[in-house]
């Protein structure tokens, strides 16, 4: 088993950055595949962005160009730099061991206008 913690949520003006960090603890050989994932109350949790141990990554169509998903494998730590951040934006924020289907607490994450 993995566990997942995540931080760097807060509130933020329409524009503004945010950085949410993902760190693993425990069973890091799930963290190979590492993804965001965003939910609003009484929605769908929606995917954001992966990355693959070698550094691939996929964002969803509503934060490309927007959010940088990167890894620092020394510290087992995933980051999401969210950048240009829009009232849209705000969710909870997850991150999720894909291979080990293990997800953290979330964090929250507010844009306003």
């Known amino acids: 088993q993995v566990r997942l913690v995540e931080s760097g949520g807060g509130m933020v003006q329409a524009g503004g950055s945010l950085r949410l960090s993902c760190t693993a603890f425990?069973?890091?050989?799930?963290?190979?595949?590492m993804s965001w994932h965003r939910q609003v109350p009484g929605k769908k949790r929606e995917f954001v962005s992966t990355?693959?141990?070698?550094?691939?990554?996929g964002y969803s169509d509503s934060v490309k160009g927007r959010f940088t998903i990167s890894q620092d494998n020394a510290k087992n730590t995933v980051y999401l730099q969210m950048n240009s951040l829009k009232p849209g934006d705000t969710a909870v924020y997850y991150c999720?061991?894909?291979?080990?289907?293990?997800w953290g607490q979330g964090t929250q994450v507010t844009v306003s206008s």
């Open positions: 425990g069973y890091t050989s799930c963290t190979y595949v």
């Open positions: 999720m061991a894909v291979r080990c289907g293990s």
């Open positions: 990355i693959d141990s070698d550094g691939s990554t």
